[in-house]
């Protein structure tokens, strides 16, 4: 079954806004860890934001930091607010849960869910 279900894409101009929110249900809802990643094609998934749920402390990678901010609601729900976008910032945008400490440094392999994603692009 669905564990993972991301909203909220779009196409926006550069400097503008989006919000993206991942709903989890079953297993998924218990991890720990959430995270958002993204991917271009021909390039890896690449992390940029997790939040540790038990603590709602929160990582970001260097690419975003300052311009995306990661939160959760208490229905399971994480948010990513995206602001200030650049053109390069369009990518498919994934979420993914786990519990393996090594979530924190966005290792792809230990996240157990994935959500099926949704397409972000940022142009003029």
């Known amino acids: 079954q669905v564990q993972l279900v991301e909203s909220g894409g779009g196409s926006v101009q550069p400097g503008g806004s989006l919000r993206l929110s991942c709903t989890a249900s079953?297993?998924?809802?218990?991890?720990?860890?959430i995270a958002w990643f993204r991917q271009t094609p021909g390039k890896e998934r690449e992390g940029i934001a997790v939040?540790?749920?038990?603590?709602?402390?929160s990582n970001y990678d260097h690419s975003v930091k300052g311009r995306f901010t990661i939160s959760r609601d208490a229905r399971n729900t994480v948010h990513l607010q995206m602001d200030s976008l650049r053109p390069d910032d369009t990518a498919m945008y994934y979420c993914?849960?786990?519990?393996?400490?090594?979530?924190?440094?966005?290792?792809?392999?230990?996240?157990?869910?994935w959500g099926q994603g949704t397409q972000v692009t940022v142009s003029s």
């Open positions: 939040i540790y749920k038990p603590d709602h402390v």
């Open positions: 993914a849960a786990g519990s393996d400490p090594k979530c924190w440094l966005f290792r792809r392999d230990v996240y157990n869910y």
């Open positions: 079953g297993s998924a809802a218990s991890a720990d860890y």
